[in-house]
């Protein structure tokens, strides 16, 4: 149980291109999910959280403008890196957190590995 | 602020036992998980501790002391497929997971 998808697992694109990321629970309803960024060999670096159907709280020195997160339904959040440039180049990670509770470990989903050319 | 400590890297070899140890210093305490990630993917669930003492699953047991801000992985019967980071998180008092910057853990034959 608690299988989150993450799609597309990887992006090659051109700088100035949008690229949008999925994150779903397929067995489970997620109120609150996460998106992570992170950098080699470097630990999970938190970016925003996102409930659903309110806007997501996002960590300081992250641009809401930037990464639009929605969180439409108990199974999806998007994440959209807007007009990407390749310092956004990096491993993104969501996870979703199990039932209501705020002690339920989160579930992550496989990553999406961005390279912005 | 806050801080978890683990170790960088570990060396350990096939078939042995290893401990991983993570300190940490937050503000407040809902508990500790411990989570594995293999290279280019994702972490992956291993435990939870949020009372003292140890909990065993399998090969892999926690251990977690509140009052020195401790806890342990204990890894038994060492793997190949045990070749990975292990990360250490606590929630904090507002419930937000503050994670350790990882374990790497290289299992020799």
């Known amino acids: 149980g608690a299988v989150v998808s993450q799609h597309p697992s990887r992006v090659i694109c051109k700088s100035g291109t949008s690229v949008k990321i999925e994150c779903r629970s397929l067995?489970?309803?997620?109120?609150?999910m996460f998106w992570y960024r992170q950098f080699p060999k470097k630990s999970l670096m938190l970016m925003a959280t996102?409930?659903?159907?309110?806007?997501?709280?996002?960590e300081q020195g992250v641009e809401k403008d930037k990464f639009l997160i929605n969180h439409a339904s108990l199974t999806l959040s998007t994440l959209t890196v807007t007009s990407a440039h390749p310092e956004d180049s990096s491993f993104y990670i969501c996870?979703?957190?199990?039932?209501?509770?705020?002690?339920?470990?989160?579930?992550f989903g496989f990553g999406t590995r961005l390279s912005i050319l | 602020g806050q801080n978890i400590d683990q170790p960088t890297e570990m060396t350990a070899t096939e078939g042995a036992i290893v401990q991983i140890n993570c300190t940490y210093q937050?503000?407040?305490?809902?508990?500790l998980f411990w989570y594995q990630q293999h290279a280019g993917e994702a972490p992956t669930f291993l435990s939870y501790?949020?009372l003292d003492g140890l909990e065993e699953k399998g090969r892999f047991s926690s251990f977690l002391s509140r009052s020195k801000g401790y806890s342990y992985l204990l890894l038994k019967e060492l793997q190949m497929k045990d070749s990975a980071s292990y990360l250490c998180?606590?929630?904090?008092?507002?419930?937000?997971?503050?994670w350790g910057a990882g374990t790497k853990l290289i299992i020799k034959p």
């Open positions: 996870s979703a957190r199990d039932g209501g509770s705020d002690n339920q470990p989160q579930h």
């Open positions: 067995d489970f309803q997620a109120t609150t």
């Open positions: 996102s409930n659903e159907g309110s806007k997501a709280t996002y």
């Open positions: 937050t503000s407040g305490f809902n508990g």
């Open positions: 501790n949020v």
């Open positions: 998180a606590v929630l904090d008092s507002n419930y937000q997971l503050i």
